[in-house]
């Protein structure tokens, strides 16, 4: 007889090689050559990453390996690839990639979309949900609903539309967040928050801190690693605003999220601090993404202006001309809705998606992808892949008419958690805008867009560019003042219409 433990040695030993043979004999995807050492950092884009890495989609294939200094990054760039393995294998893809400087020391490891896949990420994940299932965000409706009357309101004698924009984008998630309507854009909170996100994204750039590369260095005295400082000088500024916005927050009259998850039995397990950072954090996630793409469909509606009068033909038909479109309104509106399908896939704001990381060695195809490699879902590329649309260039929301919607918000366990607020937002902005304005450049001829129209940022938006908005007739303009005057602006009220609404849905809000 063969003693157990000599039995179990050999089954490692077997397991062992057969893994290792496995894992020699598979190959990575291929990509462009390496250098020794570098890989192909000298290649490594310094921004607008998107572009270079469509090239490389185009030519290797839907699936491309660099080295970047050692660093495994695949560029996965289509939509059947994407969805294989970062929405099947979501319990493999669904980590980041490491971010000393950033996540590590600006923010103490606080911020969800940056935290590796693992127990204390999923906590605070369980801890958001309730907040923002499809259920929920379609009762925060009245606070969308007032917030896009102030903004169809003030657009009447501005044609600043950057700015009214982020307003209500802010002012959405504000509301819901911490109870506190933003109702000129210059408060300090937001002022404030627009610092800390500019410190982040100089706290994210590839390639700019040490730290990043040689995370030992870490242990270095303070006097040795002057990025400490501005690290906690940094968090101190946003860990103050989170606070601030927290305790400000459970003062306030009406519910709130952050009465809400003071009382989730999730919070027990955390700090007040951790709690703040996740209330901040979905904020900061709000304002500038619906910002953006909003004026991305400005942009679209002066580059290709032949589909407003579609949809406007739409909006006439349903809605008529004594009243706003309501959200009721858009399910019998299918132009609408490809309008706003198209509008993501045209021009997306983070084109080269947010990446993902890899929790473990996994196979496609043939190929090895390693455990803690860089993901990039490339959106650009799965976006304009001609093989899907025709003419990708051109704004053609007819291209979406009787088709499902596609995934705009990202993958596996790392979705947009704020997706069903964030559509709910551009909709009715979108069919309340072209209800209300004729949108036109400002010397009435088209816009010819193409990718040197786009900041080159991690987030790319359209560089500036001005629009005129001009309310369809005196009859529009005057439905736009009246809805306005007639809103009801208490928030208080407003966010207990938003619960009271919710436990009609069968919800239970814990606060
Ligand atoms: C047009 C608006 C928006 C777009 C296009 C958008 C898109 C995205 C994308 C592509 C991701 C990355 C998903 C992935 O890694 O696979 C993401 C993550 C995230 N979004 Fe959004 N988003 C929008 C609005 C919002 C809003 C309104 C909120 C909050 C209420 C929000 C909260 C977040 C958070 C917290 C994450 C991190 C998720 C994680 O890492 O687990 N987003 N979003």
Same mark, same amino acid.
């Given at each position: 007889?063969?003693?157990a433990?000599?039995?179990?040695?050999i089954?490692?030993?077997?397991?062992?090689?057969?893994?290792?043979?496995?894992?020699r004999r598979a190959k990575?995807p291929?990509g462009?050559?390496?250098?020794?050492?570098i890989?192909n950092?000298?290649?490594a884009?310094?921004?607008?990453g998107?572009v270079?890495?469509r090239?490389?989609v185009?030519?290797?294939?839907?699936?491309?390996?660099v080295d970047?200094?050692?660093?495994?990054?695949?560029i996965?760039?289509?939509?059947?690839?994407?969805r294989?393995?970062?929405?099947?294998?979501?319990?493999?893809y669904?980590?980041?990639?490491?971010?000393?400087?950033?996540? %590590?020391?600006?923010? /103490?490891n606080?911020?969800i979309?940056?935290?590796?896949f693992e127990e204390?990420?999923?906590l605070?994940?369980?801890?958001?949900a309730?907040v923002?299932?499809?259920?929920a965000?379609?009762?925060?409706?009245?606070?969308?609903?007032? %917030?896009?009357?102030?903004?169809?309101?003030?657009m009447?004698?501005s044609?600043?539309?950057p700015? *009214?924009?982020?307003?209500?984008?802010?002012?959405?998630?504000?509301?819901?967040?911490?109870g506190?309507?933003?109702?000129?854009g210059e408060?300090? *909170?937001?002022?404030?928050?627009?610092?800390?996100l500019k410190?982040m994204v100089l706290a994210?750039?590839?390639?700019a801190?040490?730290?990043?590369?040689?995370?030992?260095?870490?242990?270095?005295?303070?006097p040795?690693a002057?990025? /400490?400082k501005?690290a906690e000088?940094?968090? %101190?500024?946003?860990?103050?605003?989170?606070?601030?916005n927290? /305790?400000?927050a459970?003062?306030?009259?009406?519910?709130n999220?952050?009465?809400?998850?003071?009382?989730a039995k999730?919070a027990? $397990?955390m700090?007040?601090?951790?709690?703040?950072?996740?209330?901040?954090?979905?904020?900061?996630?709000?304002?500038e993404t619906?910002?953006? *793409?909003?004026?991305?469909?400005v942009?679209?509606?002066l580059?290709?202006?032949?589909?407003?009068?579609?949809?406007?033909?739409e909006?006439d038909k349903i809605?008529?001309?004594?009243?706003?479109?309501?959200?009721e309104?858009?399910?019998?509106?299918?132009y609408?809705?490809?309008?706003?399908? %198209?509008n993501f896939?045209w021009r997306?704001?983070?084109?080269?998606?947010?990446?993902h990381a890899?929790?473990q060695?996994?196979?496609?195809k043939g190929?090895l992808i390693?455990?803690g490699?860089?993901i990039?879902?490339?959106?650009?590329?799965?976006?304009?892949?001609?093989r899907?649309?025709?003419?990708?260039?051109?704004?053609?929301?007819?291209r979406?008419?009787?088709k499902?919607?596609?995934n705009?918000?990202g993958?596996g366990?790392?979705?947009?958690?704020?997706?069903f607020?964030a559509?709910?937002?551009?909709?009715i902005v979108i069919?309340?805008?072209l209800?209300?304005?004729?949108?036109?450049?400002k010397?009435?001829k088209?816009l010819?867009?193409?990718?040197?129209?786009?900041t080159?940022g991690?987030?790319?938006?359209?560089k500036?560019? $001005?629009?005129?908005?001009e309310p369809r007739?005196k009859?529009?303009?005057?439905?736009?003042?009246e809805s306005y005057?007639?809103?009801?602006?208490?928030?208080a009220?407003l966010?207990?219409?938003v619960?009271?609404m919710?436990e009609?849905?069968g919800?239970?809000?814990?606060a």
């Amino acid at each position: 007889m063969i003693p157990a433990t000599i039995l179990l040695a050999i089954s490692v030993f077997c397991g062992l090689y057969l893994y290792n043979q496995s894992r020699r004999r598979a190959k990575l995807p291929p990509g462009p050559p390496r250098l020794p050492i570098i890989g192909n950092l000298h290649q490594a884009p310094a921004d607008a990453g998107w572009v270079t890495f469509r090239n490389w989609v185009e030519k290797y294939g839907p699936l491309v390996a660099v080295d970047f200094g050692g660093t495994n990054v695949i560029i996965v760039g289509d939509y059947d690839t994407a969805r294989d393995l970062l929405d099947k294998k979501a319990n493999i893809y669904s980590s980041r990639p490491r971010m000393v400087m950033a996540q %590590e020391l600006v923010c /103490k490891n606080q911020h969800i979309m940056f935290k590796p896949f693992e127990e204390d990420f999923l906590l605070h994940q369980r801890l958001e949900a309730s907040v923002l299932s499809p259920r929920a965000s379609a009762c925060y409706t009245p606070v969308q609903d007032l %917030e896009s009357k102030q903004l169809l309101m003030n657009m009447l004698s501005s044609n600043d539309f950057p700015k *009214q924009f982020e307003r209500f984008s802010a002012s959405v998630v504000y509301t819901t967040t911490f109870g506190l309507r933003i109702v000129t854009g210059e408060e300090w *909170q937001l002022q404030t928050s627009h610092q800390c996100l500019k410190n982040m994204v100089l706290a994210g750039q590839v390639g700019a801190w040490i730290i990043d590369a040689l995370p030992f260095l870490n242990y270095l005295p303070k006097p040795l690693a002057p990025w /400490k400082k501005t690290a906690e000088d940094w968090y %101190e500024v946003w860990a103050k605003l989170h606070i601030t916005n927290l /305790k400000d927050a459970l003062r306030r009259p009406g519910w709130n999220w952050a009465k809400d998850f003071k009382n989730a039995k999730e919070a027990e $397990e955390m700090t007040e601090m951790e709690l703040a950072w996740d209330l901040g954090v979905l904020c900061d996630a709000g304002v500038e993404t619906t910002n953006i *793409q909003l004026q991305i469909f400005v942009l679209a509606c002066l580059a290709y202006p032949d589909f407003i009068a579609k949809a406007q033909k739409e909006l006439d038909k349903i809605v008529g001309l004594d009243r706003l479109p309501e959200f009721e309104d858009l399910e019998k509106m299918p132009y609408i809705q490809a309008v706003v399908e %198209e509008n993501f896939r045209w021009r997306h704001i983070v084109p080269a998606g947010i990446p993902h990381a890899t929790t473990q060695d996994d196979y496609y195809k043939g190929y090895l992808i390693p455990k803690g490699s860089t993901i990039i879902p490339l959106f650009i590329a799965m976006r304009q892949d001609k093989r899907l649309f025709d003419s990708p260039l051109d704004f053609l929301p007819e291209r979406w008419l009787g088709k499902p919607q596609a995934n705009n918000f990202g993958y596996g366990r790392r979705v947009c958690p704020g997706r069903f607020i964030a559509r709910n937002s551009l909709s009715i902005v979108i069919a309340r805008f072209l209800w209300a304005f004729n949108i036109r450049s400002k010397n009435g001829k088209r816009l010819l867009v193409d990718e040197s129209s786009f900041t080159t940022g991690f987030v790319s938006g359209p560089k500036p560019f $001005e629009a005129v908005f001009e309310p369809r007739s005196k009859k529009h303009r005057r439905v736009i003042e009246e809805s306005y005057k007639v809103a009801d602006k208490d928030t208080a009220r407003l966010m207990s219409q938003v619960r009271k609404m919710q436990e009609g849905v069968g919800l239970n809000p814990r606060a």
